[in-house]
């Protein structure tokens, strides 16, 4: 039976999921290095700096209930890691039976851990703690490092894309505010997932597209509202519109067929108020942008009411989707908004190929410097949101042990290589305090702090479980405050 009251998520299966195999090899035999009479171990995680000086912080959650909030350590998953490092060492005697039954008999298969974290959604500069780990059972000091590679790899992975994403809102409502009319109206749509099929794996883009969806409600990652729905307890989490696909274009005969597909579409999804969306790029997009959509079916497109987006898929992203504008309103036509920018009639663009944090804002500061509003173009991220440039390393995400406690004796435990000073871990037990709009690691002494780490597990409970609009509202409130900080600088 689960430890959490909600019931609206789905844990790993038992017979699927083996914590004890879910960590580094070189972790099986720590238990035998540490300092004799170990009862307490505290390890730490934080961003040492990278692409970006602040972090989005999410995931947590997600990896606590579907791999932490079971009874996972069991005679099976005993028996088959026994099994497993005998035969991956060469040696019976490395692997920690007796601290796995502990665990097994005296906690119910739950680990002894507490967990701390900052809250979901919480903008945090880098060099901080963002969560901490203990064990409290003074028997499995060893337990809090055997989980590095499992927790590490559940925290950094949707932190970065979450902030990779944060940072490509950042941009797009810097060219919305100082174009557009409608900036708050239109920014949650402004950047779309994309990533699906560029990911590594079914749960990876379900992680990661979740991660986007606390910033953009666009969204063709289904399986990222599922996530959402699952562990985060969210409603519909994101919006997409009808759009199609080359396929669709080439299935109608080539292009002797074009016309007829667009009138299809026209006839299918041309309603009052609905936006839908023509890859138009499948044979000669210069033809349909003129020809076709700004001729032949200008009128039937500006009598239905609804909005098309057109979405070009090759050449330069940053020379194409801006000339696409161009052509389109010298079909459309265009009226002025009160900043004195240009707005597209009954049509809009959207480039998915080619889009990063660099191509989109060149984009908008091209659209910007010829007169156009961001409202005329929204953008899709495909690869560059979850996989270009993403990974450990990006944020230089490190879990370090700075504390233990030896027959009762508490001592700091640190790192500090003279060839890589980067590299020089915290010492001792942290607290993250946030107090005039500054967030601070200090020493968890008693002081008063109050500390912004939150207890999120404890024995196998999960002790916090913010719902999806929580943490969204804790992500705009850290957008709103981030954006106005440079706005001023």
């Known amino acids: 039976m689960s430890n959490i009251a909600s019931t609206n998520y789905y844990p790993a299966s038992p017979g699927d999921y083996n914590p004890i195999l879910d960590t580094d090899s070189y972790k099986v035999g720590m238990w035998r290095m540490l300092p004799p009479k170990a009862e307490y171990s505290y390890s730490y995680i934080e961003s040492r700096g990278g692409r970006w000086d602040k972090t989005l912080f999410f995931g947590l959650q ?3 209930k579907r791999y932490m909030s079971e009874p996972f350590v069991t005679d099976q998953a005993i028996a088959e890691a026994e099994e497993y490092f005998a035969e991956h060492f060469g040696d019976k005697t490395i692997f920690n039976r007796s601290g796995w039954e502990c665990i097994r008999d ?70 919305l505010v100082a174009t557009s009319d409608i900036a708050d109206v239109l920014l949650p749509s402004r950047l779309h997932d994309f990533s699906a099929r560029g990911n590594t794996c079914f749960e990876a883009s379900g992680i990661s597209g979740t991660a986007h969806l606390i910033n953009f409600r666009g969204t063709d990652t289904v399986n990222a509202l599922r996530l959402a729905r699952r ?16 396929s669709v ?30 890859v138009s790029d499948t044979y000669d997009l210069w ?20 909005t098309l987006v057109v979405r070009p898929d090759s050449g330069d992203p940053t020379v194409i989707p ?27 663009v959207i480039q998915g190929d080619g889009i990063d944090g660099q191509t989109i804002r060149i984009i908008l500061q091209k659209l910007k410097d010829q007169g156009w509003a961001a409202d005329n173009i929204a953008f899709g991220m495909g690869g560059a949101l979850v996989q270009k440039g993403i990974d450990r390393d990006t944020l230089k995400w490190a879990m370090k042990c700075s504390h233990i406690t030896i027959d009762g004796q508490g001592s700091d435990v640190y790192k500090d290589p003279v060839t890589d000073p980067g590299k020089r ?42 719902p999806w609009d929580d943490i969204c509202a804790r992500s705009v409130a850290s957008f709103a405050d981030e954006f106005a900080l440079r706005t001023r600088a």
Not at 132 to 152: F, G, H, I, M
Not at 287 to 306: H, P, T
Not at 331 to 346: A, E
């Open 249 to 278: 274009v080439g299935s109608w005969g080539g292009p002797v067929g074009e016309p007829a597909f667009m009138e299809n579409m026209i006839n299918e999804f041309a309603r009052p108020g609905a936006f839908w969306a023509c």
């Open 106 to 175: 005296e906690h119910g298969g739950y680990l002894p851990l507490t967990i701390k974290a900052v809250l979901e959604g919480s903008l945090v500069p880098s060099h901080n703690i963002l969560a901490s780990v203990r064990n409290t059972d003074k028997k499995c000091a060893w337990l809090t490092t055997y989980v590095e590679p499992a927790l590490l790899r559940a925290i950094w992975y949707p932190t970065t894309v979450a902030t990779n994403s944060f940072e490509a809102k950042l941009t797009i409502n810097e060219f």
């Open 231 to 246: 562990y985060y307890r969210a409603g519909m989490a994101g919006n997409s519109i009808p759009a199609s696909e080359h």
């Open 62 to 64: 997600y990896h606590l």
């Open 287 to 306: 033809n349909a942008v003129d020809n076709l959509w700004g001729d032949r079916f200008r009128q039937r497109l500006v009598d239905s009411g609804s």
């Open 322 to 348: 801006i000339e696409v504008v161009e052509r389109l309103g010298a079909k459309f036509g265009f009226s002025v908004n009160q900043k004195g920018f240009k707005v597209l009639n009954t049509v809009r």
């Open 425 to 466: 871990s915290k010492r001792g037990v942290m607290a993250l305090v946030h107090e005039a709009g500054v967030w601070e690691t200090l020493p968890l002494d008693g002081n008063g702090y109050r500390d912004q780490l939150h207890t999120v597990y404890r024995n196998g409970m999960i002790m916090r479980d913010d």
